[in-house]
T-cell receptor, first 116, second 110 residues
Framework: NAGVTQTPKFQVLKTGQSMTLQCAQD?????MYWYRQDPGMGLRLIYY???????DKGEVPNGYNVSRLNKREFSLRLESAAPSQTSVYFCASSEQGPPTLGDTQYFGPGTRLTVL | RKEVEQDPGPFNVPEGATVAFNCTYSNSASQSFFWYRQDCRKEPKLLMSVYSSGNEDGRFTAQLNRASQYISLLIRDSKLSDSATYLCVVILYNTDKLIFGTGTRLQVFP
């Protein structure tokens, strides 16, 4: 079991470029999440998907789009990257969701993104 | 005021010491509470849930004080491998999101 995998691990973009962060889980979990982690801010939820075919905005969705491609995969797209999107991005999954059920969230290893 | 506040530390303690962290939350509608651990440049991992009556897992004890709106994590007999950042997580009643604290860094030295 690989758990939650993310690609790429590192990425440097120029302002205005686009890219997609990929996330996959092999635990047959229903819910998947995208967070960003910035110094002094804690992890903040960008988008989540409570089940295949559904997505909802989190706390900081502006500048991002997501796709729940199937039960395993949940991608995060930056259409026009900005320096304010420099961050570490974590994907997570949980068996049930939504988070109010208190399910353990399993995190991927993260993607370190720098936007110049 | 932040919804979840933690002392960033670092807490520098010798091996074998007992150390405690607190985490305060501002919303009385907070329903569920957790401690996650995050090693340097790694992903967060669930350490333990926090139950109303308090709970223990080996050297780790978690407690909840709803009246004063804080949770605590006590680590006994600290090991070098306990060095990490400890994240406090709160879930508000009837919402769909986890609220993370910024974390408390612990450094255990020989």
């Amino acid at each position: 079991n690989a758990g939650v995998t993310q690609t790429p691990k590192f990425q440097v973009l120029k302002t205005g470029q686009s890219m997609t962060l990929q996330c996959a889980q092999d635990m047959n979990h229903n819910s998947m999440y995208w967070y960003r982690q910035d110094p002094g801010m804690g992890l903040r939820l960008i988008y989540y998907s409570a089940s295949e075919g559904t997505t909802d905005k989190g706390e900081v969705p502006n500048g991002y789009n997501v796709s729940r491609l199937n039960k395993r995969e949940f991608s995060l797209r930056l259409e026009s990257a900005a320096p304010s999107q420099t961050s570490v991005y974590f994907c997570a999954s949980s068996e049930q969701g939504p988070p109010t059920l208190g399910d353990t969230q399993y995190f991927g290893p993260g993607t370190r993104l720098t936007v110049l | 005021r932040k919804e979840v506040e933690q002392d960033p530390g670092p807490f520098n303690v010798p091996e074998g010491a007992t150390v405690a962290f607190n985490c305060t939350y501002s919303n009385s509608a907070s329903q569920s509470f957790f401690w996650y651990r995050q090693d340097c440049r790694k992903e967060p991992k669930l350490l333990m849930s926090v139950y109303s009556s308090g709970n223990e897992d080996g050297r780790f004890t978690a407690q909840l004080n709803r009246a004063s709106q804080y949770i605590s994590l006590l680590i006994r007999d600290s090991k070098l491998s306990d060095s990490a950042t400890y994240l406090c997580v709160v879930i508000l009643y009837n919402t769909d999101k986890l609220i993370f604290g910024t974390g408390t860094r612990l450094q255990v030295f020989p």
